[in-house]
C-alpha cells in the first residue's frame, strides 16, 4: 500500500467486507457507523474529498452515507 | 514491613462444608473436615517442627519431624499426613516425642556442613530453626561417618545454585517442580543414602535440564542447597515490601526483599490471587535492568535527531519540550500533537498521559500499545458481552472441565497462569489446543491435549465457525441458556449462518488444513464436556480478522452457556502487565476511561467539568494513522511513554519514516530504545520497583505496585508526566497516584469503589467495583450480561489479503519465548539471555531441506515488505509451510519483515501472517548492518554539557 | 507307557529336574510337569503311581523303574511332612498341572468364584469376613474390612492388585504357588473383582522369577473368558525390595519412582492412580476361592486360634534338613516345625537363632521355640510373623554380623524417603561396628577448636549401646514403612538375647 488515501479506501472497504454478511443496507449503516467512531476527522475528510473510484459498492455507500450527515 | 519469611502452615488449605473441633495441647480447635492436624496445630497458634511440609505442597511425610500423639491411636503418626477428627485428643509434646524428633535431627545434623554463621541461610534457615527448637545439643554419631559433604555445588542456572552437600533431600523441590510449577524437572535419582536431587539426566545440570527458572524449588528449600546467587552476595533481606510484577498480564504479586536500596530478591506472595504464591523466571529473577548501566538517568534533549544527545537538568529539558511542543501547536494545530501510553506503566501514569493528550495537546491523538496486541479484544468483546474484558478471574481454571486454548501459547507467555492451568490438566480437565505450532501444552509431562488443531495461520474464523457447525447442526447448543440469557433472534441469524454446509469442517477443511474429524471431535468436546473455558492470545487478536474472532469466540461461549459461573468463560491472556488498564483509563483515542465513547456528550462534560477544559468530541488517531498523518504532514509531535514502537510495530520502515518526518518526538523510557534513534527529548523513566500505583492484571486485578526504592532519575515516571503539564502550564498538583487514582474512581463508574486504601486493606480488587459489585466481580455476568441480551454477530471468514505465492511461499507467524519479554528491553539487560540470545526462524525440516538449510545455519527471512537475516532452527514443532519467530531483539528486527495489514476494526496489526521466502545467508543482511551504524550514531551523547 | 511326574517347579529345575525328566522320557516314559510337593530336600521329586522317589538324578531312572531305587520315599501322600498338613491353600501342590484348565477344574477350581457370582458381592464380603482372613504379607490386616472399605468407596474405577514382589529371604510360597497353580490365584483376584466392583487387576511380580511371570502370562491367556469382563495384566517388578511394600509398589505400578507414600490416604481409599484399590498378597488372594467355596467361610474361621484364622503357608528355609513348604492352622511352635518336621538344622548343629518374618524379623531365641504362631503372641514376643518365612540358624551365627547385616540391608533397600531409614540405617552400621570395637573417642572434627559444644571424651560401649538402642526406638517409631520401621526388630533381638556376640557381658 502507498499513500495515506490507499490505505484509507482500503480500510473502508475491509470494514465494509466484514460486514458484508449482514446484507447491504445493514453493511453501509454500520460501516458508516464504524467510521464514524473510529476515524480521525482528518481521515474522514480525505476519503470523503478523495478519489473513491477503488471503493467496494458497500464501502462507497457508506461514504456517500458520511457526506450526506457527517 | 519487617522482614520476616511468611507464614507456612505447613498443609495446603482444605475446603469442606462440614468443620471438625479436635483437642490439641488442651485447647479446642476447629477447622474444616480434612484438614492436617499440623495445620490446625498451626493455625490455632501452636506450630509442630517440620522439615518437608510446606503449605503450598500436597503432605509428603517423609522428614518424620512432626511426629504426634493421638489419643488411641498407635504409635507416633505424623500431624503432616494424619487428617484431623472429631473429638480427637492430640499431644505434640511429650516427652517420647521430645526424645524422637531430637533422634531424627541427630541424624541429619551427623550429614550436614556445621558452619552455619557463614552459610547464605543463616538465620533463615528451617533445618537451623528446626534444631533450635528441638534442642539438639549433641551429635553422638560424631562426624567421621558417611556423609554427603564435599560436593560441587552446580552453579550453572544464573540466578541460583544448588549446593547438593546443603540438601536434606526433604524432596520440597522435587515437588515443588511438579505441582506448582508442573515442569516435572527435577527428580530424586538414586535410592537411600545415595538419594541425591538430579535436574534431569545424569549428565544434566540445572541450565542444561528441562528446568525453566521459575524459582519454585529455591522458594521450597528449607535450607541453603537452592539458593538465590542474590543472597549469597547481599546477605539476608531486612524488610519486605509487597508488589506486583512488571511482566506479563498475570500479575503476580511478590515480596521485594530488601536490604536498605538494595533489592535482594523477588520472592513470590503467598497471599497474591493472581499467582498464588508462585512465580516465572522474569519475574522472580530478571530485576537485574533495573540497574543496568544502560539506564539512562539524566534528561536528554537534542535539536535534531543526526546530533549527538546533550545531558540537561528537567527545567531544561521541560522548557525545551514544552517550547517545541507549543510551537508546534500555534502552527499546526492541537490535532498535530499526540502521545502513546504505555501498557507497562501504572493506571495512574496511563491515566495522566491520556490526561496530558486530552486536556493539554487539546486532541484525542493518544493511543496504546495494546493497539498492536488486544485492541480487538476490547473491541470484540464489548461488541457481545458489553464489557471490554475477560469474565473470569485465574482461580475459575481450577472448576474448568475442557479448557480450549486458542492462538496463545501460556507455558512461555504467561507461565505462572499455565503452571495454574496444568494442574488442572493434571487433575483431569480436557485440552483442546488450536494453534498452528506444537506449543508445548500440546504434550509436555503428564499433560497431553485430547485435541490439536494445527490450522493455518489466518483462519481461525473459519476454524471457529465451523465448530460453532458442529455444536448447532448436532444439536449441542445450550438452547435454554441462549433463550434466558441473549437475544434469540440473533442466536437465530446466527446458527442459520454457521449452519449453512459450506461452513461445515469438511468443506473448510481445505481452507484451514484442520482434519474435519478432529475438528468435529473438539467441538463436541467442548460443547459437552462440562464447564468449557476459552483462553486466547495474540494468535487471535493480532491479525485482519483479530476482532472476528474475539465475536466468534463470544458466541461459541455464549451457544453452549459457558458463561456466567466458575469454570467457563472467554479469558484473553493479556500480554503486558498492564494492558487491560492501559485500556481501561481511556488510553485509545475514541474513548475515555472505563470505555465510554468520545462523543458521548454526559461522559464528556463530567470529564471537562473535573479538568476545567473542552475536550475535543472527534476520535483521535490510531498509532498507524498518526504515523500515515506525520508523513502526510499533519502530525507533528508525540510523547511515548514507556514503548519502542520502532520495535514492537509492524513494518519497521514505516516506522520509521513516520517518526523521521515528526518536529518533536518525546521517549519517555529506561534506556535509549530503537525508537529514541528518532527522538528530540529523552526522558528518564523509573522502573516499577522506583513508583507507586497500580496494574491491572488479565483478569481485571487492580493491585498495588509499591516504590521499594528511589528512582535512579528522581522521579517517578507520574512526576515526570505532571512536570512537563505544568511546563505547558496546567497546573497539576498530585503528590502521590492515590490522588490520582480517586480521579479515576470519581470519573469512571466501573472503578467508584477503588481506592489506594482500599487496595493497601484488600491488597486487589477486580473491577466492576461499585455500588452494584461493591466487592468487585471475580466473575462476570452471573446474572445477565452489561448490555442486557447477550450478543451474538455473525462472524464471516474474510481471508487476508497478505496470501503466499511462488515468491514468498511460507507463511511467517511471531510469538514469544519464556525467558524473553516483548521488545526484550529488560530481560536483555539480564542473565535470561542465556536462555535465548538471538532470536530464531524455527521451520520445518521438509522446508529446511529443500532450501539446503540446517540447524543453526544463517538465513535471509524476507517479504514483501523487508527482509532480515537470523539463524534457523530446524524442527516439526511447525507445520511445513510455516516458520515461526520472536522479536526479542533488535539486532533482528522481525518487524521490519511483517505488513501494513490489520485488524479490520481495530487496525491490530497482523503479526501472525506474514507471507515469506527462506533463504540461506551468510550473515546479517545490509539492513542490519546499517540499522547498527545509525544506532551507534544516534545513541551518541556529548561528552560535556554545552553550556 | 509308564506314566511319570515331575515337577517344574524353579526349585526343581534348579536340583536338576528338566534333565531328569528328559532321562525319563529317554527311558520311555510318559513325563507330566506338575507343581511341587514342597518338599525341597527331595526334589527333583519323581512320582510314579504315587510313590515318590528323591532326590532323583538322571542315574536313578533305571533303579527307579525297576522298582529297586534307594530314593524311594513311599507313598508322597503319606510322608509325615505331607501328611501332617492342612493344605487348603496349596491343596493342589504336587497334584495337578499348572495350566491345565482340565485339571484345575477337577480339583474343585472356579467353584469359589462361581460361587461369588451367584450369592453377590454383599455376600462375598461377608464371607470373606467372617472367615477371619488376614493379609498374609505380613501385617496380618483383616481381608474382610479392606475388602469393604474399597467396595464402599466412591469411584466409578477401582483396582485389584496383587502383591507377588516376594522379597523376604527364605520365603517362597508366593512363588510356589504362582507356579504351580496360577488360576487359583487369579480366581481369587476375580471374586475379589466382583465383590469391590473392579474392572481391572494388576498382579505385580519380582523379575527374579521368570518361571511365575511365564505361567501367569499364560494361564491369564487360558482363563481370560472365564474371568471376563474383569482383566489382569502382569507387571514386572525392577529388583527393589521396597517395592515389595504396598503404596511404593503403587507407585512403581504407575511407574514412578519406587517410593512409599505416607498413610492416610489409605490405597484402600486412594489407590493405584488415585482409585480406590484393594492391594493384597499372593496367598491371601489364593485362599480366597477356598473360602467361597460351599462352607469354605467356616471351615477356614473353625481353624487357627484366637484372631489368627486359618492356615498359614509357613517356609522352612536356611539351616534346616527338612526344608520346605508346611502349611498349617495357626497355633503351631517353632518346636514342632524345626524339630518334629524340619529335622534340626541341615547341618546337624545345635540351633542357635530362627529369624521369622524375613530380613526385617526378629531373630528368636530357643527360649522362645514355644510360642504359637499367631501374631498377637508374636507381636507380644517383638517379633512378626510376617510372610511366615523361617530361617534356622546353627550355633555358628555370628548375630552381632547378623544386626549388622539388618541394618546393611535396611540401608541398600530403603527408598530414600524418610529420615530414620535413609541415614538412620547407615548410623546404624556404623555404631554397631564401633560397639565391637569397644566404644569411640573423639573425631577430628570434634577436636577442632572451633567446636565449642562437641563432647571431647571418649564414648564408651555401653553409651554406644544405648546410642544404638536409641536409633532403632527413632527407626521404629519414626519411619515412614515397615522397612525402616522393622528393622530394629532383628537388630534388638540380637543384642537382647546374643550380647556376647557383640562383646557385651550378659544383659
Known amino acids: 500500500m502507498s499513500g495515506t488515501q490507499d490505505r484509507l479506501v482500503y480500510m473502508a472497504n475491509q470494514i465494509a467486507r466484514n460486514f458484508a454478511v449482514q446484507g447491504e443496507a445493514v453493511a453501509i449503516a454500520a460501516t458508516a457507523r464504524h467510521i464514524l467512531d473510529f476515524w480521525d476527522p482528518r481521515m474522514r475528510e480525505a476519503i470523503l474529498a478523495g478519489d473513491r473510484a477503488g471503493l467496494s459498492d458497500i464501502a462507497a455507500g457508506a461514504i456517500a452515507r458520511l457526506q450526506a450527515s457527517p | 514491613m519487617g522482614y520476616e519469611p511468611q507464614a507456612d502452615f505447613g498443609t495446603p488449605e482444605v475446603r469442606a462444608d462440614t468443620q471438625v473441633t479436635l483437642t490439641i495441647d488442651g485447647r479446642s480447635v476447629t477447622v474444616p473436615a480434612g484438614t492436617s492436624v499440623m495445620r490446625a496445630a498451626t493455625t490455632s497458634g501452636g506450630a509442630i517442627p517440620s522439615l518437608c511440609a510446606t503449605d503450598s505442597l500436597a503432605a509428603f511425610g517423609s522428614c518424620r519431624m512432626c511426629l504426634v500423639e493421638v489419643e488411641g491411636m498407635r504409635g507416633t503418626p505424623a500431624s503432616c499426613t494424619t487428617p484431623v477428627a472429631q473429638d480427637m485428643i492430640v499431644r505434640t509434646q511429650t516427652p517420647r516425642l521430645e526424645k524422637l524428633r531430637r533422634g531424627v535431627m541427630e541424624l541429619y545434623i551427623s550429614d550436614h556442613p556445621l558452619d552455619c554463621l557463614t552459610c547464605s541461610a543463616n538465620n533463615d534457615c528451617e533445618l537451623q530453626d528446626t534444631a533450635a527448637e528441638v534442642g539438639l545439643r549433641d551429635v553422638r554419631y560424631g562426624y567421621a561417618g558417611a556423609h554427603h559433604l564435599g560436593q560441587q555445588p552446580d552453579l550453572s542456572n544464573p540466578y541460583f545454585l544448588f549446593a547438593p552437600d546443603k540438601c536434606i533431600v526433604c524432596s520440597r523441590c522435587v515437588r515443588a517442580c511438579d505441582e506448582v510449577q508442573g515442569t516435572l524437572a527435577l527428580s530424586v535419582e538414586g535410592r537411600g543414602f545415595a538419594s541425591k536431587i538430579s535436574a534431569g539426566q545424569r549428565a544434566d545440570d540445572f541450565l542444561s535440564s528441562d528446568c525453566v527458572s521459575c524459582g519454585a524449588c529455591v522458594q521450597a528449600c528449607p535450607t541453603s542447597a537452592l539458593m538465590e546467587k542474590s543472597v549469597k552476595e547481599h546477605g539476608k533481606p531486612e524488610r519486605a515490601v509487597i508488589t506486583t510484577c512488571a511482566y506479563c498480564g498475570v500479575g503476580c504479586t511478590f515480596r521485594a526483599e530488601m536490604r536498605g536500596e538494595q533489592l535482594v530478591r523477588m520472592v513470590p506472595w503467598k497471599d497474591g490471587k493472581a499467582n498464588r504464591g508462585h512465580s516465572c523466571v522474569k519475574g522472580r529473577f530478571a530485576w537485574g535492568y533495573a540497574h543496568h548501566q544502560d539506564r539512562i538517568t539524566t534528561p536528554m534533549i537534542r535539536e535534531s535527531v543526526d546530533q549527538p544527545w546533550r545531558e540537561v537538568s528537567w527545567d531544561e529539558a521541560l522548557a525545551f519540550t514544552a517550547g517545541r511542543i507549543s510551537a508546534i501547536k500555534a502552527q499546526h494545530g492541537a490535532r498535530a500533537l499526540g502521545g502513546i501510553t504505555s501498557s507497562r506503566c501504572t493506571n495512574e501514569e496511563t491515566f495522566l498521559v491520556q490526561k496530558l493528550v486530552r486536556a493539554g495537546f487539546g486532541s484525542n491523538n493518544v493511543d496504546t500499545c495494546a493497539r498492536v496486541c488486544h485492541s480487538p479484544t476490547g473491541y470484540g468483546l464489548k461488541t457481545t458481552f458489553g464489557t471490554s474484558a475477560g469474565t473470569q478471574d485465574f482461580d475459575s481454571v481450577m472448576d474448568a472441565d475442557v479448557i480450549l486454548v486458542i492462538g496463545a501459547n501460556p507455558t512461555d507467555a504467561h507461565p505462572v497462569f499455565a503452571s495454574r492451568m496444568k494442574r488442572r490438566l493434571r487433575q483431569g480437565a480436557q485440552l483442546i489446543v488450536i494453534d498452528p505450532r506444537r506449543i508445548d501444552l500440546v504434550r509436555s509431562p503428564h499433560v497431553q491435549a485430547a485435541h490439536h488443531l494445527p490450522l493455518q495461520p489466518g483462519t481461525n474464523v473459519a476454524v471457529l465457525t465451523a465448530m460453532a457447525h458442529v455444536i448447532v447442526t448436532e444439536g449441542l447448543a445450550d438452547e435454554d441458556f441462549v433463550r434466558d440469557r441473549c437475544d434469540w433472534d440473533e442466536y437465530q441469524d446466527w446458527a442459520r449462518f454457521v449452519s449453512d454446509p459450506q461452513h461445515s469442517p469438511e468443506f473448510l477443511e481445505a481452507v484451514t488444513k484442520v482434519p474435519a474429524a478432529e475438528l468435529r471431535a473438539a467441538a463436541r468436546l467442548y460443547a459437552t464436556g462440562g464447564n468449557g473455558a476459552i483462553y486466547y492470545g495474540l494468535g487471535v487478536t493480532e491479525h485482519s480478522q483479530g476482532s472476528s474472532t474475539v465475536m466468534a469466540i463470544a458466541n461459541l461461549a455464549m451457544a453452549t452457556g459457558n458463561i456466567g459461573r466458575p469454570g467457563v468463560g472467554v479469558n484473553p491472556l493479556r500480554g503486558q502487565n498492564n494492558v487491560q488498564g492501559a485500556c ?137 508526566t505532571q512536570a512537563l503539564a505544568n511546563a505547558l502550564g496546567l497546573g497539576w498538583a498530585y503528590t502521590h497516584p492515590a490522588q490520582i487514582l480517586d480521579e479515576i474512581a470519581r470519573l469512571t463508574p466501573t472503578f467508584a469503589g477503588v481506592s489506594w486504601d482500599r487496595l493497601e486493606r484488600e491488597a486487589s480488587l477486580q473491577w466492576p467495583v461499585n455500588d452494584q459489585f461493591p466487592d468487585g466481580a471475580p466473575v462476570m455476568y452471573v446474572d445477565g450480561f452489561v448490555r442486557g441480551k447477550g450478543h451474538f454477530v455473525v462472524t464471516d471468514y474474510v481471508p487476508t489479503d497478505e496470501k503466499t505465492g511462488p515468491r514468498y511461499p511460507l507463511l511467517l507467524t511471531t510469538g514469544r519465548i519464556l525467558s524473553q519479554y516483548n521488545v526484550g528491553a529488560q530481560t536483555r539487560r539480564t542473565a535470561n539471555t542465556a536462555w535465548h540470545p538471538e532470536d530464531v526462524l524455527e521451520i520445518h525440516p521438509l522446508d529446511a531441506e529443500n532450501r539446503g538449510l540446517k540447524e543453526g545455519d544463517w538465513a535471509r527471512l524476507a517479504s514483501r515488505t523487508g527482509e532480515t537475516s537470523l539463524r534457523v532452527s530446524v524442527t516439526d514443532r511447525v507445520a511445513p509451510g510455516v516458520v515461526y519467530t520472536t522479536f526479542h531483539h533488535p539486532e533482528t528486527q522481525a518487524n521490519v519483515v511483517t505488513t501494513d495489514y490489520s485488524d479490520w476494526a481495530t487496525n491490530c496489526p497482523e503479526y501472525k501472517v506474514t507471507a515469506v521466502q527462506v533463504t540461506p545467508s551468510n550473515g546479517p543482511s545490509d539492513w542490519q548492518e546499517d540499522y547498527a551504524g545509525l544506532t551507534a550514531r544516534s545513541r551518541r551523547i556529548a561528552a560535556e554539557p554545552a553550556e | 507307557m509308564t506314566a511319570v511326574r515331575i515337577s517344574d517347579d524353579a526349585l526343581a529345575l534348579a536340583c536338576g529336574a528338566d534333565a531328569l525328566a528328559a532321562a525319563f522320557e529317554a527311558a520311555g516314559c510318559a513325563v507330566e510337569r506338575v507343581s511341587s510337593w514342597g518338599m525341597h530336600w527331595l526334589e527333583p521329586l519323581v512320582e510314579i503311581d504315587g510313590m515318590g522317589f528323591g532326590p532323583a538324578t538322571p542315574e536313578d531312572v533305571d533303579a527307579i523303574l525297576s522298582g529297586k531305587s534307594a530314593k524311594a520315599i513311599g507313598p508322597i501322600a503319606a510322608h509325615p511332612f505331607i501328611a501332617g498338613q492342612q493344605r487348603l491353600t496349596f491343596a493342589r501342590a504336587g497334584r495337578t498341572r499348572a495350566l491345565s484348565l482340565e485339571d484345575y477344574e477337577r480339583t474343585g477350581g472356579w467353584a469359589g468364584l462361581e460361587r461369588a457370582r451367584r450369592i453377590g458381592p454383599e455376600h462375598v464380603l461377608d464371607e470373606v469376613a467372617r472367615s477371619g482372613l488376614r493379609g498374609r504379607g505380613g501385617a496380618g490386616f483383616p481381608a474382610g474390612v479392606k475388602w469393604r472399605t474399597v467396595a464402599q468407596a466412591p469411584g466409578a474405577r477401582k483396582f485389584i492388585v496383587c502383591n507377588a514382589d516376594e522379597g523376604d529371604s527364605g520365603t517362597f510360597a508366593d512363588r510356589m504357588l504362582m507356579e504351580g497353580d496360577p488360576l487359583q490365584l487369579i480366581e481369587g483376584m476375580a471374586i475379589a473383582a466382583h465383590a469391590v466392583g473392579a474392572a481391572q487387576g494388576y498382579i505385580y511380580i519380582r523379575s527374579e522369577y521368570p518361571h511365575a511371570i511365564r505361567k501367569l502370562r499364560d494361564a491369564l491367556k487360558l482363563c481370560a473368558d472365564i474371568i471376563a469382563p474383569f482383566t489382569i495384566d502382569v507387571r514386572v517388578g525392577a529388583g527393589a525390595y521396597v517395592c515389595g511394600e504396598e503404596t511404593s509398589l503403587l507407585n512403581s505400578l504407575e511407574g514412578k519412582r519406587g517410593e512409599v507414600r505416607a498413610k492416610p490416604p489409605l490405597p484402600a481409599l486412594q489407590g493405584l492412580f488415585g482409585c480406590p484399590t484393594v492391594v493384597n498378597n499372593v496367598l491371601t488372594l489364593a485362599a480366597v476361592p477356598h473360602i467361597l467355596a460351599e462352607g469354605g467361610a467356616q471351615d477356614y474361621e473353625a481353624r487357627g486360634t484366637g484372631r489368627s484364622k486359618g492356615t498359614m503357608p509357613i517356609q522352612l528355609a536356611g539351616n534346616i534338613r527338612h526344608g520346605g513348604l508346611y502349611e498349617t492352622s495357626f497355633g503351631i511352635t517353632l518346636n514342632q516345625l524345626i524339630f518334629e518336621i524340619g529335622g534340626g538344622t541341615a547341618s546337624g548343629r545345635p540351633v542357635k537363632a530362627v529369624q521369622v518374618g524375613g530380613p526385617l524379623g526378629a531373630y528368636l531365641h530357643p527360649g522362645q521355640f514355644d510360642i504359637p504362631f499367631d501374631y498377637e503372641a508374636y507381636a507380644a514376643a517383638d517379633a512378626l510373623i510376617g510372610h511366615g518365612g523361617i530361617t534356622v540358624f546353627d550355633d555358628t551365627a555370628d548375630m552381632a554380623a547378623l544386626a549388622r547385616f539388618a541394618m546393611e540391608f535396611c540401608a541398600a533397600e530403603s527408598c530414600g524417603k524418610c529420615t530414620p531409614c535413609r541415614i538412620g540405617s547407615v548410623r546404624g552400621q556404623e555404631i554397631i561396628d564401633r560397639i565391637l570395637s569397644g566404644g569411640r573417642q573423639a573425631d577430628a572434627v570434634e577436636l577442632l577448636p572451633q567446636m565449642h559444644n562437641a563432647r571431647l571424651a571418649q564414648r564408651s560401649q555401653a553409651e554406644e549401646v544405648q546410642l544404638l538402642e536409641e536409633l532403632c526406638a527413632v527407626m521404629k517409631d519414626a519411619s515412614l514403612c515397615a522397612l525402616g520401621g522393622f528393622t530394629p526388630y532383628p537388630v534388638v533381638s540380637a543384642l537382647r538375647h546374643w550380647p556376647a556376640d557383640f562383646g557385651l557381658g550378659a544383659r
Open chain 2, 584 to 720: 481501561d483509563m481511556g488510553s485509545f483515542p475514541h474513548e475515555l476511561s472505563g470505555y465510554r465513547h468520545i462523543s458521548d456528550g454526559a461522559t464528556r462534560t463530567m470529564f471537562e467539568q473535573d479538568w476545567g477544559v473542552a475536550l475535543d468530541p472527534e476520535p483521535g488517531l490510531r498509532i498507524p494513522n498518526m504515523l500515515d498523518a506525520a508523513v502526510d504532514g499533519t502530525f507533528k509531535a508525540i510523547y511515548i511513554q514507556g514503548e519502542d514502537i520502532l520495535q514492537s510495530d509492524p513494518n519497521t520502515h514505516h516506522v520509521a519514516a513516520g517518526l523521521a518526518a515528526m518536529d518533536c518526538v518525546i521517549v519517555h523510557d529506561l534506556f535509549l530504545n530503537e525508537t529514541a534513534n528518532y527522538a528530540h527529548v529523552f526522558l528518564p523513566g523509573s522502573t516499577f520497583l522506583e513508583k507507586n500505583g497500580t496494574f491491572t492484571n488479565a483478569e481485571r486485578r487492580i493491585q498495588p505496585v509499591r516504590k521499594v526504592m528511589e528512582p535512579a532519575n528522581g522521579l517517578e515516571d507520574w512526576q515526570v
